[in-house]
């Protein structure tokens, strides 16, 4: 089959590159002149494990083609894919300008039969919307059906997740565009879910905001363990092994963060207040999720006390390990209220540190881990890279102005901590 992708972020390329691996011919529209250029060359905008490679071997292999033409790919397209951001405005609505300006240049370019498939995360009634729009524009004896397709891949595990995912929803309102899709996705294993538009939108709001949820739920337990002297992790252990909740998402931190969790937690209640329901439930899982970044800086005054002019290294600045988003990462927070106490910041992460320059300032960033640890009176983790996991901690004592350590992420042994001479606190522990 030949299908568009209209984006090349972490899901139009990452599900661009499979279908491609998977036999299709695939072109990816995106808007800037250099992105493209670079993308032909098989450099890619931010890094997904194994994704690098996936790219090269499709564009070695003709099957990955990409361009900023419409002209070029959507007539030739049995189905295209919108794949764009939708971030949030101030108000949580989702800003869905890009969604309706490609729109208006995929119906410009429509020839024959073409499903136009929504993967960006909308509010229901937007796919319905797009196909007036478009419906509207189009010129010629062109056909088209809108279909809502929506996303569930993790960052950091794209590639697998989109290979075997959950379940793969698909929803419309014609069964042409159904079987299509279906058969699109065939050699992908994972069960179909079939509904209508509005469904499938739903569908996505709802996985994510009942994610949040469950780590808003455990970082209440976390924070009740503390106070009530209970084992949180082992409360929450407890629990998850009951097979009705599930052990995951289970784990306190500092909060939830990444470009999809407070944004479409957001939307939800901005859907439900634009129909005079009020998603209480979802409010709280916020407002818990905010205490959570507070309760690590709280952590570190109590441990520290002034921290007017004093060093405290952080470890981790991506929302989660294995990728480079920056979006709505804890560390953005928790770093701000560290710096309005007077602190000066030294900060590593493996992959994130170029984003991050662009949305945290006057703080410093290291070339590794022991140079954020050096002279620090406090360190703070706030991503469980695996390579933290695996640091040398006596060094990191010795480097250290005072051997303090809070673990928003809980990697590493309280027991072995104390008797390597730390201060050390977790989440619920
Ligand atoms: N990132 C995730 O883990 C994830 C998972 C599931 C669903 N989603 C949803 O998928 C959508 C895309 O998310 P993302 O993380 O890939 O976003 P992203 O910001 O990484 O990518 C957006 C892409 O849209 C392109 N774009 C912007 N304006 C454009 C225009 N005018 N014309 C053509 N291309 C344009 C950008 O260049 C970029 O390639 C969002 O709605 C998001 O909520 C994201």
Redesign the pocket.
Not at 119 to 122: I, Q
């Given at each position: 089959m030949t299908i568009t992708f209209?984006?090349?972020?972490?899901?139009?390329?990452v599900t661009a590159s499979i279908f491609a691996d998977l036999g299709n011919k695939v072109w990816v529209?995106?808007?800037?002149k250099q992105?493209i250029e670079e993308l032909k060359k098989g450099t890619i905008?931010?890094y997904e494990p194994g994704l690098a490679e996936l790219v090269k071997k499709n564009i070695k292999e003709e099957r990955l083609l990409f361009t900023l033409d419409y002209e070029e790919a959507i007539p030739d397209s049995e189905v295209v894919f919108i794949?764009?951001?939708?971030?949030p405005y101030k108000t949580g609505d989702?800003q869905l300008s890009?969604v309706f300006?490609?729109s208006r240049?995929i119906a410009k370019n429509l020839k024959g039969y073409t499903v136009v498939a929504i993967?960006?995360?909308?509010p229901p009634g937007t796919c319905k919307k797009i196909g007036s729009y478009i419906k509207s524009l189009k010129e010629g004896k062109s056909e088209f059906d809108i279909a809502s397709c929506?996303?569930?891949?993790?960052?950091g595990t794209?590639i697998p997740d989109t290979l075997n995912p959950d379940r793969i929803v698909i929803g419309s309102e014609n069964k042409k565009a159904e079987k299509l899709l279906m058969e699109l996705h065939r050699p992908i294993d994972g069960n179909f879910v079939l509904t209508n538009l509005e469904t499938s939108e739903l569908i996505?709001y709802a996985a994510n905001s009942f994610l949040a949820t469950k780590i808003s739920f455990a970082n209440a337990i976390a924070k009740l363990s503390e106070i009530l002297g209970a084992d949180g992790l082992k409360v929450l252990e407890g629990i998850g092994l009951d097979r009705r909740i599930g052990s995951e998402f289970l784990f306190p931190g500092p909060g939830y963060g990444?470009?999809?969790f407070p944004?479409?937690v957001k939307a939800l209640v901005a859907i439900a207040k634009d129909y005079d329901y009020s998603f209480s439930l979802l409010e709280s899982v916020e407002r818990v999720n905010e205490q959570a970044k507070r309760d690590i800086v709280r952590k570190v005054r109590k441990l520290v006390g002034d921290l007017r002019g004093v060093t405290i290294g952080v470890l981790g600045l991506s929302f989660k390990p294995n990728t480079d988003?920056m979006?709505d990462a804890p560390s953005i927070d928790i770093i701000e209220l560290l710096k309005r106490d007077g602190a000066n910041i030294k900060a590593f992460d493996p992959q994130a540190i170029e984003n991050a320059k662009g949305i945290i300032k006057d703080i410093k960033f290291t070339e590794n881990i022991y140079d954020a640890a050096k002279d620090a009176q406090a360190l703070v983790i706030l991503t469980e890279w695996n390579d933290f996991k695996e640091v040398d901690l006596g060094k990191i004592k010795n480097l250290m102005k005072n051997p303090v350590i809070i673990d928003g992420r809980n990697i590493y042994d309280p027991q072995k901590m104390k008797e390597l001479g730390f201060t050390y606190v977790g989440v619920g522990r």
């Open positions: 209209i984006g090349h972020g972490y899901v139009g390329l529209i995106g808007h800037t992105k905008p931010f794949a764009v951001g939708t971030p989702a890009t300006e490609v240049k993967k960006s995360t909308v929506p996303e569930f891949l993790r960052e794209a996505k990444g470009s999809c944004k479409d988003d979006r």
